[in-house]
Structure formats: C-alpha cells, structure tokens
C-alpha cells in the first residue's frame, strides 16, 4: 500500500516539464532556432487562455500572446535557470496584461462615452446563459490585483507558490487575495446565484 | 475581527489544499464546531467551481506561424545603435536651430521677410499698365464712373468690376465680356442731359483729365500679376461726383430733371474735399493678385517714365518703318533668251518689309516673242555641227556561239593598228536600252563593261558605207521573216502554257 505522501513523491510531473524546458532552452541558446518552436507549442495555449480570461476579450489574445513570446524570444539566451520557466513565462505575461490594460483604461478616458454601450449583462439572465461568459464578465470587473490571482488559481489551477512567484508576491498576500477574489467575485455574481450555484 | 478574517483566508487555502498539517488541523477543528464557517466554507466551494464552468480559449492554429513570422520581421528591422541613428540626427538638428535661433533671435523674421521680398519682387517684375493698352475712350471711363467698369484690354475681352457688399467693403471682379451688358451711356447722358457741342467738350475735358490718372491704376507683367491700386474706388467716385457737379453747371434744368433732388451745397463741399484728398493721396500701395497669393505692397509706379519709354518706343518703330520702307532688294537674273533686247535682260524686284508685311512688287513680265526659224536655216547649223561628230559603222559579223571575240582595225596617221574586243563584253543591246535614244552611230559613248587600258582611247574608224549596206542587204528582210515565225511560235507555246495552267487550276481537289 502506497502512503499519499508515497504518491505525491512518484508523480513529479512539474520534476519532468522543468526538465524539459531546460534542456530546450539549452538548445535555443546553443544556436538551435527550431528548440523555440518547442517552447512555443508547449505553452501557447495556457498563455492564450490567461489572457483571454483577464482580458476578456479574444480579439486581443493573439496579439498579447505574440508580444508575450517575442519578449521570451529576445530575453530567453539570458535566462539563468534559477526558477521555472513557466513561473518566468507567466510573469511575463501577467504584466503584459496588465500594460494592455493599463492602456485600455487610459483610451478609455479620451474616448467618447457611447449611448448605449453600457449594456448590463446581467439584466436577462435567460437570454443569457452561456455561464462561461457571465463569470468571465464578473471576474472582468475584479480589480487587477485580485483578478490575476483568482485566474491563476481557480481558473488555471496554480499553486500559491507559483501564483506567488509569477505575480512576484507573497505567499500570504497571494492566500489573502484568492479569498479577497472569491468574496468579491460571489459579490458580483449575487444577483445569479441561484442560476450559477446550484 | 482580525482573527476572523484570517479564519476566513485559511478556510480559502483549505479548500486549495494550501495549509501545513498543523493548520490544517487547525481549521477542520473550527469547521466541526462552527456553522456559519462550514457555510462559508460551502460558497467558497461553489465559487472555485465556477472556474471549472468557463470555457478555453479556441486554438489558434497559425499562431506560431503568424509568430515566427513577426519575429523575423522584427529581426530584419534596424537594431541596436542603428535605431537610434535618425533620433539622434533630430536632435542635433534641433540643437543647431535652437543654437542659432538663441544667438539670432530675428534670423526666422528676416528669412521670412527676405523670402516676401523676393517673391514680391518676382510678381512685381515689369508692370506695365493695362488700361494705357486698353485706350480708355471717354465712354469707357464714364461707364467706369457710372456702372463700376473697366475694360482691361483693346479687344473688350475682359472688364474689371468694382463693387462694395453688404457691408460696405470695396469688391473687385475681373469678369469676361460676356457677362457684360453693352452699353452706350455717355452718348446717352449727352442727349439727356440736351449738351451742345462746346458743353460735350466741357465734359469730355473732365473725363480726358480722369483718362490718364485711371491709366496707371490696373497694372498687369508676364507673371500673371495683376496689381490694382485701391485709390481706383477713389477715383471712381471722384469722376462720378465732378461729372455731376459739372452737369448741374451745364444745364441745370435738364440735371433738376434727372436728378430730382439735386446736389447739396454741403455735398459739393464734400466732392472737392474728395477731389483734394485724392490728389493728395500718393497711391502707392497696390493689391497683388498673384497666381498663387494675394498680397498688398507698396509699389512705385514711375508712369511718366513709363510714357517717355513708350514714347521713345514708338519714335523707334516709326523710324524702322521708314527705313523698312526706303529698303529695295534689287535682284538681278541673266536671261538665255537670245532674242530678248537689253531692255528685257535686266528686272528688278520691290521688296517692302513692314513690321506685319513682307510685300513683294514684281513688274509685269513682258513674254517677248521668239522667231521660229525656219528649217533652210537651221540646216546649215544642224549640218555645221555634226562636222564635228565622227560616225562609225561596223559590220559586226554573225557571231558563233564558240566565237565572241571581234577583231578591230583602225587606222592612225601611217600606221595600222589592230585590237581584238570580246563581244560580250560591249553588251550592245544592254546599253541601247539603257540608254534609250543614243546614238548607236556614235561608238566612242560606248564604255565597256570592263575598263580599257589607255590604248583602248583611240577612236575607231569603221566604214560607214558597210554599216547601211548592211542594212539594205535582204539578209535583214530574211532575218526579219525568221524572228516573225520565232515570235508567232513563241506566242502559240505561252497560249497552250496559259491553257495547261488554267486546267490545272481547274483539278485541283476540293477541301
């Protein structure tokens, strides 16, 4: 009988993927082009979806998601293997969300304010019963730095500590900003519960 | 509260698995004892499992390809210092200008002004006055007073209109002909106005006076500058006004008529105010028109330098037409007409060049008449001159096929000398076609197809006697008969020939 502690020790798969993308990015800096390639269809797609789910808006994910990679592009012959890639990755896209976001409100401020275009989501919710959308909406309406952390976790399924290393925080902020999050996002979502919780 | 809040936060990580052993235990001991945290607990959970419901973005299936292809593009874009080359030419162009702008504060103002300068200096290059051209005639500078206009050249094409809007402000309009309704005012005012002939010349004196003042008014150069000076409105109601008052002089009756309410002893006073004014103004500044800006500028005028140059001009031209007219261009010809008399043998042509003409006189050609003579009289000549011509005859002997050279014997002084000539060679057939109507007695035209030595230059003495006997042998007649029958023959085979192509034609297959 194998004890859980027995279990967690075999399963390493976190052991495995740092691995590999050390050894592909050792490629890379060894002057293979193609090893980037490697990278690229290992993670796009969790990038993709961080950003599509703190922008939420899947016109923009592409072109976030190709700055992201063409900063690891030009950075990666300097990364010195003290943390995970992916940790380094997410951080990289994390901020560049927030730049995106940044400048959104700020073109939001000099652009003008159209009739109509605030449009309450949640005023039919029979209409409206793509689930998915409505809780992307709420946690669209989370502030950034509870918004970040809450897609890491319950979205994306991170540990505290890779939240805590990709947002570059602490442990105990990161504990206390998930919960903050949930609180929040429940909050938003009141006038639903019955349709979203049950 | 504190406590509770971190109650709260713990009972988050517990549901993430997050807490250490011992807070874990902690919390599942405050879990067994605490409703409202077991709640809590509950919608914590079902908040977390909202993240499970929301759906992934789709995949992008070029997305690496639109990636690898940015990143390359981004690689063949200029990097490193290179990027920063044209930021740091700016910013020593924008050093240097504010250097020099710091020491030079009014260099921008001169530049600007010294361009002004000589763009005016450019549209004001050679302004000649347009109305001096046109021949302002007393009823053009009537209608000038009278319905604004002004015509801008000789031909009446173009009219210069002066108009105020409705705020008063003087206008100008250059308008074409025929927009233009004809008028005949000032004969018209004349009548009206009952004007005898001395009255009409009182008031042609008026208009003649305002003639030449207008004159230097509109200018115009090759630069399709057009400068009309403002003091133009000035002058207009100066001719408007002293015609009036000099109307109502002339005949006042006939002017009370017209003009019901007549002029004013307080409005006379204001036209020779305005007369005096006008003399007074020195009119220099003008209004350019220019094909790319408008502009006001002062603009010396010198009009009575204008005139003594147009003056002198004219004396030039009136000069070179008379001496244009003085120059005759005798041609002489010879003439071969034998019979002409002297009289006859020299003509002499005029020629008159004027600025617009060249004209050229001839006398009537006299066709003298030739005598004809007759041919007693020109026998002699005919006879006199073949004296001169030496005629040969040859009897060219019937060739062989295998013989084709002919022997020649011709006599010089005592001596006899030979020479044997290729017949082919002289080719005569060729040479009396080609030279239709040569005279085949005389042989010495004839050049051989291949050059002679210089011996070859002698001439030939043939007997002429053989040559027409030759001729009037019955050999020719019989000769003669042969080549018939060759030719009937020969006319007879291209007939059948002409037949065979015809039926050939005939038969050949259809497609």
Redesign the interface.
Known sequence: MISKEEEKDLQQPQILSIDDDYSIIRQFVDGDKSAFQILVKRHKEKVRNIIFITMNNSALVDDIAQDVFITVFRNLKHFRFESQFTTWLYRITVNRCKDYLRKMNVRKIFSPIEEGSEVSEYSSPVENNDISRIVMNAISKLPVKLRMPLILKDIEGFSYQEISESLKCEMGTVKSRIFRGREKLKEILQPLEKELMN | MKKNLQN??W???YL?D?LSQSEKVEVEKLLATSLELQKKLE??K???Q??N????????PF??T???A??EG?KNETSGIKRWIPAAALAVVTIIIMIVLKFNPGILDKMWEDQKVAIAGFYKENLQPVLLAANLTNEDVFNFAFNNELPLDNTRQQYLLLGYDDSGKEFFEIRSSHQRVERESYNEFISAMNLDVEQKQIVDSIIGSYSKALESQVLVNENNTIAINPNLWNLRKAIFADLLVASEKLNKVKFDRIVPAGITNAEKVIVVNTLEKLKNTSGDQYIFVTPDSIFSESYQFDFKLYEKEMRELEKQIQLNEEKVEQFTLNMRYDSTYKYLTAAHNEHSFRIVVDSNICRVDLPVPEVPEIPIPGMATINPLVEQATNNIHFYAYKIPKIEKSNTEIKIEYYNDDSVYSYVVDYNMLNMDSLAEAHSGVDLYNLDKFKPVKPFDDTMLIKYQFDRDYYHRYYSDDEFKKQMEELQKELQQMSEELNKQKIRVKSEVTKSPKK
């Open positions: 709260m936060e009972l988050s990580a993430d997050e919608d914590l079902k908040v977390k909202l993240g419901r929301v759906k992934r973005v789709p995949e992008s997305f690496e639109r990636l690898m940015a990143i981004q």
